[in-house]
């Protein structure tokens, strides 16, 4: 079985400032990872991915994520936060074949 | 235009009345899922269907049903709605050639069931 843990509902930062949003997961088989961002009554955009490539992955709008195995976490991060950022992001675990077991998410809040 | 399409986006209804939602997709993928989600629970999965001849159960399909018509379009029927059937509701698919089974989701349907 898959599980995924977000660790904290709301994250607040200020512009600027790094983000960071945690993720452990649980997988009996080498996972597939994913962070996903939804904005404001909009659907659920794909962030990044990870798929046994390179352990640092590269995301859109400046984000990125490191799998580390030792730790069972795959945390996403930005350098610098933008206004534009205040979404809810769901980390997300995948076998590969079949499902995505998602998190219960993290509503990322922006302050200026 | 948009690679998944869900409607309607919006709808409310009245305890015990039969409601569709509606998925199209022009993405060619065979994979098609439908997803619910809660505050505070995240996705959880409704039904899936690896192409048309094959729908599978997900971990909440007690209340739906669904019917896969063609290669893109995948429905979500409630028989008879029930108040905690309120809730956002996503249509998604995937390539299965894709690493890791990547999945792309549907605007969402807003549904309250008053």
């Known amino acids: 079985a898959q599980s995924v843990t977000q660790l904290g509902s709301h994250v607040s930062v200020s512009e600027g400032a790094l983000v960071l949003l945690r993720c452990n997961y649980s997988?009996?088989?080498?996972?597939?990872l994913f962070w996903y961002v939804q904005y404001p009554n909009q659907g659920l955009q794909l962030l990044l991915k990870y798929t046994s490539a390179a352990t640092l992955v590269k995301g859109i709008n400046g984000f990125e994520a490191e799998f580390k195995k030792s730790e069972t976490s795959f945390h996403l991060t930005k350098p610098s936060a933008h206004m534009s950022d205040a979404a809810e992001y769901f980390c997300a675990v995948s076998d590969g074949f079949q499902k995505l077991v998602f998190g219960t998410g993290t509503r990322l809040l922006v302050s200026p | 235009d948009a690679d998944v399409t869900q409607t309607p986006r919006n709808r409310i209804t009245k305890t015990g009345k039969r409601i569709m939602l509606e998925c199209s997709q022009t993405k060619g993928h065979d994979r098609m899922y439908w997803y619910r989600q809660d505050p505070g629970l995240g996705l959880r999965l409704i039904y899936y269907s690896f192409d048309v001849k094959d729908i599978n159960k997900g971990e909440i399909s007690d209340g739906y049903s669904v019917s896969r018509q063609a290669q893109a379009k995948f429905s979500l029927s409630l028989e008879s709605a029930i108040p905690n059937q309120t809730a956002l509701y996503f249509c998604?698919?995937?390539?299965?050639?894709?690493?890791?089974?990547?999945?792309?989701f549907g605007p969402g349907t807003r549904l309250t069931v008053l």
């Open positions: 997988s009996s088989v080498p996972p597939y």
């Open positions: 998604a698919t995937s390539d299965p050639n894709s690493r890791g089974n990547t999945q792309y």
